[in-house]
């Protein structure tokens, strides 16, 4: 989740029963929690194109990237998010993680808490 969080970081975390997008969640996936960026909710349509992320065939707003370099992950196809589901990616998009790319769309049932303040160093997200 570079730039945003970095090994060591402390950050607060609260339960929520609605995800929106742009919120960092936390979820366990074969027995490893995960951080993650919500990037689509149910209904949306998200494709990647050419390392440029497009929500509902709008160019998505990345302001939270803007330290790292542009990203060169392959091209998606028009991905529809089913019911119940969110697509999330890390914020370090060049480094290969287990996020939507690899494993889908994630189940919000499986979302068990969100980050909403990084506590050192300080940082309200």
Known sequence: M???LKNGDYVFTKK????????????NFQNSL????VIGIEK??????????YLNK??????????????NFTDFDDVTIPKHHVYVLGDNRRQ????????GTINESIISEIVFLK?????FL
């Open 2 to 4: 570079l730039p945003t």
């Open 16 to 27: 929520t029963q609605k995800i929106k997008r742009n919120q960092i969640v936390i979820f």
């Open 34 to 37: 995960i951080i993650k960026r």
């Open 44 to 53: 949306d349509h998200i494709l990647i194109h050419e390392g440029k992320i």
């Open 58 to 71: 709008s160019k998505t707003s990345t302001n939270y990237l803007k330290k790292l370099p542009e990203s």
């Open 96 to 103: 290969s993680s287990k996020d939507s790319r690899e494993i």
């Open 119 to 123: 506590i050192w160093p300080l940082k």
